[in-house]
C-alpha cells in the first residue's frame, strides 16, 4: 500500500533546516523579550502580583497553566529581576508552538508532500500570526498541526504515537475558541488513528480517549462562544474577521503559495521546474517586503496586524490539514487525486522550495524583532530619571516604528516592568470606549521589590 512516505536525505536535510530556522527564531525572539508585546506585559504583571496563574479565560486555562508555570517557578525562586523573568516568560511561550511544529517537522522528514504541507503552515500561519506570541492560538494551531502529522505518519507498531495523541489532546480541551472546527477534525483524525492500531488494545483506547478529548475541545470552544457571542470583545473579534488583508505577510503568502499549490498539483515536469522558479520569486516577495513601505506607505510590515489575521489564518490552517488528510488518503488507497503531486521528484521539489521560502519568510520577522527591542530602548529612554505620567501621544512612540507596540491598556503596564528604580514615570494613552483600563495609574498593582536589572 502506497503512502507518502519516501525516505530522501534531501527531504530531511529541508525538514532539519526548517527545525533549525525555527529554533534560532524562537531564541531570538525570547531573548529580545517578545513575550511582552502587548497583552504579554499585563498578563506578566497580574503574575507579578497574584504571585500564580493569570488565568482569568478558563477556555484557554491549559495554555496558560503551561507557559507560566515556568515563570511562577522562578518567582517563587526568588528572582526579583523582572529582565529576567520577562525572558523566561517570552522562553516559555514561543518554546511551546516551537517545540510542537518541530514535533510535525520530525514527522514529516521522509514524507517530502507532507514536509511541503507543514512548511506552507509555517509561512501563511505561524509567521504571519506569531508576533502577538501571547495569543494562545499560536499553541492551539501548532498542537493542531501536530496532531495531524503524528497521525499520519504513524504506523501499527507505534503505539507511542496514541498517547502523544492523548497527551495533546488534554492540552486542547482547554486551549482556544478554534477548537470549535479544529477539535472536530482532530477527533476525526485520532479515531481513525484508533482504527489503525488493531494490535494494541492499550493504544487504541488511548487514541480513542484522544478522539474523545478532541471532541471535548470542540464543546468547551463553543460553551464559549456562545457564553460571550454578545460580549464587546467577540463582538469586535467578529467585525474584524475579514481585515486579515492589512496584513501584508499573510496576503503575499497566500499570493505566493496559491499558485505553487496550482501547479504541484497540475504536474508535468515543465510545472515542477516552474513550481521552483515561483518559490524562488516568492522568497524574494517575503524576504523584501519590510522594505516595500518605502514605496508605497500602507505596504508595511504591521506587528499589530498578526492579532487581525489570527481568525482566518486559523481558518486557513483547517483546510491545510484536511488536505493533507486527502493527500494521505489518496496515497493509500492509490486514488488518481494528487498523483501527479506525490510524486517522489515533484513532492522533493516542493518540499525543498517551500523550505527556501519559509526562510525568505522569517525575514519579516526578524525585522519586527529588532524595531521592537529598539522601541523598548526607547521606552526605557522615555521614563528613565523621571517621575508621574507621560502621555505617550507626545513622545517619539507614535511615529514608525513605536506606534506598531504600543497599546492603549497595557502601557502602564509595560512601563512599570522597565522600571529601573521604583517611582520611575508610567507611559499612558487614552482609552478607546468601551475598553478597560485596569492598568490605569491609581490602579497599577505595586510590584514591590520587582525591577529591572
Known sequence: MATLSATDGGTRR????????LWLLAAWSAWNLRGLYWDGAAFLVEMLRKQ????FYPARAHVAWLTQAPVLLAIRAGVSDVA?????????????????????????RDAPLLLAGLLAILIAVYLPTSFFIVGEYNV??????????????SRPGRPGDSFVLLVLAALAVRSYEAMVHLGPLLALVAGWHATRMAGSTIARAASALAALGFLAAGAVALDTLVTYWTHPHFTRVRAATF????????VLALVALVPIGALALAGGTARA?????LALAGALLLGLSPWTRYLHELALVFAPAHYVARTAAGALLA??????????AAARLDWSMLRAARAPAAARRLAAGLGLMFAAACVPDLYLTTQWSRSLDTMR??????????????????EWPGKMFVQDWTMPALSRLLHRRHGEALLVMPVADGKPDPYAIGRLPPLDRYLWR
Open 14 to 21: 529541508v525538514a532539519g533546516l526548517a527545525m533549525a530556522i
Open 140 to 153: 492551539a494551531y501548532a498542537l493542531a498541526t501536530a496532531v495531524v502529522t503524528v497521525a499520519l505518519t
Open 52 to 55: 500564580g496563574f493569570h488565568d
Open 381 to 398: 529612554g522615555l521614563i528613565a530619571g523621571k517621575s508621574g505620567a507621560i502621555a505617550v501621544h507626545d513622545t517619539e512612540l507614535v
Open 243 to 250: 481585515d486579515f488583508t492589512e496584513n501584508q505577510q499573510f
Open 319 to 328: 483546510g491545510l490539514l484536511v488536505l493533507l488528510c486527502i493527500a494521505e
Open 84 to 108: 529576567a523573568l520577562a525572558l523566561v516568560w517570552s522562553a516559555c511561550l514561543f518554546a511551546l508552538p516551537a517545540g510542537l511544529y518541530s514535533l510535525a517537522l520530525y514527522r514529516c
Open 273 to 277: 521546474r516552474s513550481v521552483l522558479g
